[in-house]
């Protein structure tokens, strides 16, 4: 890679760290607000499920920061960045950093560290760039994960609440504005997060994040739509679509041989994850055929979106629905189509054909763990730790998304010319 390829730390990356923790407490807090209204209103069932959302949520996040801070702790430079004062907040104290996760405050500390080493390195002009740039890769894979374990089903059931009670109260319209705020701002920072690994970056405008965030928003949008319009005549099947095809996605996953984590539980926890993003929208997860999988994928989703729809418009009550059925029969099916096209539209105009992922450095034998390969011709600021910080897991989802199988397989015949 370039000197000058690999992203150094902005006020951006400052603002959007900033940014991210206030939406994550704003959506966190307006989730507190909608449990108690359903506790003091009698709403138990709701209040149980929507609570069980946010346990779930909290607990599968902690668990990935925690096998990440353990992965880092390995790191060669890890115990320059702890006298430098500069790691995961309490990162260095295992039991203290351990208690914090199971109190459900690791991801916060995370959210914390990296507004705390971002302001270092923005205002004061201290070294640890390369670290900022880290931690915040780390936050946008994060957030994905927290948007599709609470966001995206919370949204689905407050749609359902307002289908099943035919009225809409304020509390609820903060939800669903605070959950869609969520998903459409992960969006945002996760295909930033991915374009910082491109060589171009700075030629990148934001006219490539707003059609990737269209894309996804109208892809997602029907897609929650849909599955409350089912819950909502079917509610005691909707769990059981949910496991059928969990399974079915997990078992994709493990086909594809995915090789995102460090362990073999932490594989199967990130499996178990992509399964339930893919039950909102598609999430490319190993190297190869992507356009193949992913026409799949949309195929099966299409169908399966269909079959909800018209579930739901043959059980529907004709009298309360009066009002909107026939405009959501025909609008979903429409928005979903215009999701595709801009999906076709940036994959066609604005996404980069041709990215060659980082190589090692010319001598390293094949076999050398990941958190000891250098980047190539990487510019060092901090000296002793700059050529251990890239960060393999972000690294791993630009590769997938980004590059060709071509490209890298002309990528390691170049690495093998080296050697």
């Not at 374990?149 to 669903?176: D, G, H, W």
């Not at 959950?179 to 030629?203: C, E, G, N, Q």
């Not at 729809?309 to 004709?318: I, N």
Request: hydrophobic share 50%; with cysteine.
């Amino acid at each position: 890679m370039d000197r000058a390829t690999f992203s150094k730390y902005s006020w951006i990356d400052f603002a959007f760290s900033v940014v991210g923790v206030c939406t994550f407490l704003v959506d966190w807090g307006s989730d507190v607000w909608v449990a108690t209204e359903f506790y003091c209103r009698g709403d138990f069932f709701w209040f149980g499920v929507l609570v069980g959302l946010m346990v779930l949520s909290s607990v599968v996040v902690q668990m990935f920061s925690w096998f990440w801070l353990k992965y880092d702790r390995e790191l060669p430079g890890f115990s320059a960045l702890t006298r430098r004062g500069t790691t995961v907040l309490f990162g260095d104290r295992v039991k203290l950093s351990c208690l914090l996760h199971v109190l459900q405050l690791g991801f916060l500390c995370r959210h914390i560290s990296a507004i705390r080493q971002g302001f270092r390195v923005w205002w004061r002009k201290e070294e640890g760039s390369e670290y900022a740039v880290y931690l915040t890769h780390d936050l946008s894979m994060l957030r994905l994960i927290e948007t599709f374990c609470e966001s995206a089903p919370q949204l689905t059931l407050m749609i359902y609440v307002m289908l099943c009670t035919n009225k809409a109260r304020t509390v609820q319209f903060v939800s669903i504005a605070a959950s869609t705020t969520s998903i459409a701002w992960m969006v945002v920072d996760y295909h930033r997060s991915l374009r910082s690994f491109l060589p171009d970056k700075a030629k990148q405008g934001w006219g490539s994040s707003l059609i990737y965030f269209l894309w996804n928003l109208l892809l997602i949008a029907p897609r929650v739509a849909a599955l409350a319009l089912f819950a909502s005549v079917l509610p005691g099947y909707i769990a059981a679509h949910f496991l059928m095809l969990w399974v079915v996605f997990v078992l994709w996953a493990w086909r594809q041989r995915t090789d995102f984590m460090d362990s073999v539980s932490g594989e199967w926890l990130y499996r178990a994850t992509v399964g339930l993003i893919w039950y909102f929208s598609w999430f490319n997860v190993a190297e190869g055929r992507t356009r193949a999988r992913s026409l799949i994928y949309h195929t099966f989703i299409t169908t399966d979106g269909v079959i909800l729809l018209v579930t739901w418009w043959c059980y529907k009550d004709p009298v309360q629905t009066e009002s909107y059925a026939l405009a959501l029969f025909i609008t979903l099916p429409f928005t979903y189509l215009l999701g595709l096209l801009f999906k076709t539209l940036y994959y066609c105009c604005f996404h980069p054909k041709l990215w060659r992922p980082p190589m090692r450095d010319p001598g390293l034998p094949d076999d050398l763990p990941d958190a000891e390969v250098t980047v190539r011709d990487f510019s060092i600021q901090d000296g002793a730790i700059s050529s251990e910080l890239l960060n393999k897991r972000m690294a791993c989802h630009a590769t997938h998304f980004y590059s060709e199988q071509k490209v890298l397989k002309n990528a390691k015949n170049e690495e093998s010319a080296h050697l």
